[in-house]
C-alpha cells in the first residue's frame, strides 16, 4: 500500500503515520466560538445576578464600587453576545475586554481618600 497521503516509517516505532490533517470548515468553527461566546456570557450574567443581593445590604460607598464592578461585567457580557452575533470582530472583542480589565483593575486599586480641608489649609 504505496499511498501517497502516508508519510514515511516512524524513526522510534517503525511504522507509517498518516499526514492528513482534517478541519472542520470554517461556519463550523464560527459557530463553536459563538457559542463559546455565549457561554462566556451567561457565565458572566449569573456571577452578577448572585451578586446583586448582597450589593444591597452593603453600605453607600462600597455598594456604589461593587455596581461599578458588576456593571463592567455586565458590558463584557454584552461585549460577548456581540460577538456572539457577528456584530462586532473578535479582535474588538478583546479590546473591550482588555478595556474590562482595566476599569476592573483601576476599580480593585486602593483609592487614598479624598482630604478634607480646613480653614487653615
Known sequence: MNDDRVSG????HGYRTWSLSVSAP????MFRYRRRALASARALDQAVN?????VARLPEDARRRSADHLAELVTLAQAYRAYARGWISYRELENRGRIATARLSHLRSPHPAAAHLTERD
Do not use: G, K, M, T
Open 9 to 12: 516509517p516512524d524513526e522510534v
Open 26 to 29: 470554517r461556519e463550523v468553527l
Open 50 to 54: 448572585s451578586q446583586l443581593a448582597c
